[in-house]
């Protein structure tokens, strides 16, 4: 009789421990984020994921806003098409011009919003955005976002974390910078170094080709010449035979 209530009783707590898992797991995946493909490096560009889940088991997610930092504007922001998805990218002037390659930035992508599709109870979407350039002064940007359900609910997901402070209620999606890559922040020098190691290797390659068949032919020139001089030898002893 003890052991069958034993036996009952880690039954039922390993049941509530296991709930209390999915629990903290369901809240702690819950959030909106932002994460990069790869390094966001300052100064650079970089291709990033808001990952927007369903937290509700009786709504679906119609509509996402993400508000870009304004003190810390990007000049280029450019949606990747996502299926049964709209996209609106809105423009803000900007107090103070950037200047991004040389040119001068009167105004900067302050919002872009998601709208027309669905993501269901259960269910998370991914949504891609190329940005940049990254600023050089800081070590994170922070995107408010605000997340709308079908029955007119919206979720605000606005509160700055704060070093040494636990996370908040409704964090907003925050972007990890990482250290400058070494020789500068122009995307268009790797292709153009990829173009020119490809051309010089093009180049060795025929000059390579040429030598060889420069090769070939004074091999064989110099065979002709000697067959040329054998004959010539063995048809003078035939007629001084």
Known sequence: MNAARSRARLAVVGSVAAGSVLLLSGTAFAHVTVQPEGAAAKGGYAVVDFKVPNERDNAKTVKVEVNF???HPLASVMPQPVPGW???VTKSKLDK???VHGKQINEAVTKVTWSGGTIEA???QKFPLSIGSLPSDTDQLVFKALQTYDNNEVVRWIQEPQKGQPEPANPAPTLKLTAAAAGGDDDDAVPAANANASGKKTEAASSSDTDTTARVLGVVGIVVGIA?????VFAG???SA
Request: aromatic residues 10%; without cysteine.
């Open 69 to 71: 930092p304004t003190d």
């Open 86 to 88: 709209n996209v609106e």
């Open 97 to 99: 011009p950037l200047t």
């Open 122 to 124: 259960g269910q998370f």
């Open 228 to 232: 040329g001089v054998a004959f010539g």
């Open 237 to 239: 002893r035939r007629r």
